[in-house]
């Protein structure tokens, strides 16, 4: 079935500095590919998407690309803020396994914590 | 505003006593779901809908129930709660495709005791 695999937390960075989350996906399909951010107390939000090979979805300064080769879909900002502090979770839509259903899978998450 | 509006947002109670927690949604969505959050294991997804009156199981539905009798209200219903359905619950929803994003709601932090 369908999985994602996302770098373990926390992570924890300086302000300003560059940010990287490491996410990989297994489908069988063409998944389209999320980052949803989780700021505390609250409920997930999308952060950008790709929707096919070689996209770049970028929002807030975060950019991810679609890598079918490589299977993945890593996170980037280069100067994070302390209000970047959240929990991050890649996710993938694919077709379900009966073929006509779609299904959102996310990974664990990978808690940011970003100090002044 | 388009959202998803879950309720209670803070819910104790004990094992065995019937609960449900409400979702509704103002966007005409057609598609809904219910997860739950656990620390270590991420999202995982009980139920959803595709539309009225079609459900199906998500990848964790023991203990749990649904119903889609309305497009816009998809509540999550314990029949018997036991304590390992302590959790953070959330309801989302979207358009029926793949490429598009799930608005969620706000969460109910549940406590089974």
């Known amino acids: 079935g369908d999985s994602v695999t996302q770098m373990e937390g926390p992570v924890t960075l300086s302000e300003e500095a560059f940010l990287t989350i490491n996410c990989t996906y297994t489908?069988?399909?063409?998944?389209?590919l999320f980052w949803y951010v989780q700021y505390p107390g609250e409920g997930l939000q999308l952060l950008l998407k790709a929707t096919k090979a070689d996209d770049k979805g970028s929002n807030k300064g975060f950019e991810a690309t679609y890598r079918k080769e490589t299977t993945s879909f890593h996170l980037e900002k280069g100067s994070v803020q302390v209000s970047d502090s959240a929990v991050y979770f890649c996710a993938l839509s694919d077709l379900g396994s009966g073929g006509s259903n779609y299904k959102l899978t996310f990974g664990k998450g990978t808690l940011l914590t970003v100090n002044p | 505003e388009a959202q998803v509006t879950q309720n209670p947002r803070y819910l104790i109670t004990v094992t065995g006593k019937k609960l449900t927690v409400t979702c509704s949604q103002n966007m005409n969505h057609e598609y809904m779901s219910w997860y739950r959050q656990d620390p270590g294991l991420g999202l995982r997804q009980i139920y959803y809908s595709m539309n009225v009156e079609v459900t199906d199981k998500g990848d964790v539905p023991e203990g749990y129930k649904v119903s889609r009798k309305e497009k816009r209200n998809f509540p999550l219903i314990l029949e018997s709660p036991s304590p390992n359905q302590t959790s953070l619950y959330f309801c989302a929803s979207s358009l029926y495709r793949r490429t598009e994003k799930l608005f969620f709601g706000s969460g109910t932090q549940l406590s089974v005791l």
């Open positions: 489908a069988t399909g063409y998944p389209s």
